[in-house]
């Protein structure tokens, strides 16, 4: 059982910047981030894959960069240019024989 563990959330004023971080217990071929804000449902946000390829969410592209380090089984999500509607509970996700998740973390964009 791999487990997901996220840091980095936080409160941030509209326009600022995060880094969410999750380090994986082993090696899963795709990682990823969701994120699901209060009364919506959960949705993806970026991905990557073991070989560095990546898709994003319309939302969050050109703001948003997601990338791995292979060898520590570490995700990240830099968020720049935050806004308001990126308020949401972030979730680090894996994809493998098994989808893994990771408890969340809280990102909240408010001046």
């Known amino acids: 059982q791999v487990q997901l563990v996220e840091s980095g959330g936080g409160l941030v004023q509209p326009g600022g910047s995060l880094r969410l971080s999750c380090v994986a217990s082993g090696s899963i071929a795709v990682m990823g981030w969701y994120r699901q804000a209060p009364g919506k449902q959960r949705e993806q946000v970026a991905a990557?894959?073991?070989?560095?390829?990546?898709n994003y969410a319309d939302s969050v592209k050109g703001r948003f960069t997601i990338s791995r380090d292979n060898a520590k089984n570490t995700v990240y999500l830099q968020m720049n240019s935050l806004k308001p509607e990126d308020t949401a509970v972030y979730y680090c996700?894996?994809?493998?024989?098994?989808?893994?998740w990771g408890q969340g973390t809280q990102v909240t964009v408010s001046s």
């Open positions: 996700h894996g994809h493998g024989h098994y989808d893994y």
């Open positions: 990557i894959t073991s070989g560095g390829s990546t």
